[in-house]
């Protein structure tokens, strides 16, 4: 069996089930086999799916790829989802027996704890509170970003939010995960209800990649200045950079902001969870950004509360 004619297959196969973005990660996997295969010397077939490829494939992942912005080699977390998507791929094949059983256990999903930001309700407040009048995309953006901020939605669920989700009598949001097909039913809270109505019950509709580059902006009007170092690595190289936290804010701010705060605000994370619609703590828990002094602040709090 070819190996890319089963990846086409299984791809249209996935269409049905899966969401867009998730299409385009493993088409963008096909795209990484296929250079891999004009670079190394050695025939990509099923059955040479072993250590060697494994560690030829991770270091041309790191090394060689070529990004759409010019530079050379993907980081850790996204050299190890192309690890991740391919074993779900050879395992799909065996499976459906349309190859002999293969283990794949050498094949590592490399993984890293990432320096992503979050932004604090006080931050949040100051950038809803700007005066956007002169600039009104970025007010529309400010407007998606809030909401998604109090509603813990991803971008694609924010972008087609319309009335048909808008539930006025209980106050909620109730839609399908776009990503994982799951239901929630999220509380309109603080700033919500007021966005919402201004538009109607239908957010803005503004593409991710407009929305990326200007939501910085609403950081920097609101002098969102402090300085974050930042180490990312490739294989066993470390690059390390400092930007100023509103140059880190994109559309996963909204969802990771949304978790920490209420997480932060004593709310438990096991119902927390039936809202933000993760599947499991572990994954819960990579959304959760809090350092050791507010670790520290937040455990001495709930024992001063239950002495009390």
Known sequence: MDMFDALERYIKEKATSVSADQIKDYRTLRKHLFAFKAYSSQCLLFRNLNLTFYNEFLDYLYHKVVKPNGSIGLLTNTAGKMIRLLKGFVNYQITKGNIPPMDLKCFKVVEEETDAIYLSEKELAEIYDLDLSDDIQLEQIRDVFITGCFTGLRYSDLSTL??????????NINLKQRKVHKAVIIPMIDYV???????????PKIPRYIFNERVKELGQRAKLNQKIEVVRKKGHEREKRVYEKWEMISSHTCRRSFCTNMYLSGFPAGELMRISGHKSPSAFMRYIKIDN????????????????
């Not at 002094?293 to 009390?308: D, N, T, V």
Request: no cysteine; proline share 5%; net charge positive.
């Open 293 to 308: 002094q507010q670790a520290a602040k937040r455990l001495k709090e709930l024992r001063s509360k239950l002495i009390q």
């Open 162 to 171: 319309s009335p048909e989700h808008v539930d006025l009598d209980n106050e």
């Open 193 to 203: 209800p007021t966005i919402l109505k201004k538009y109607n019950y239908d957010l």
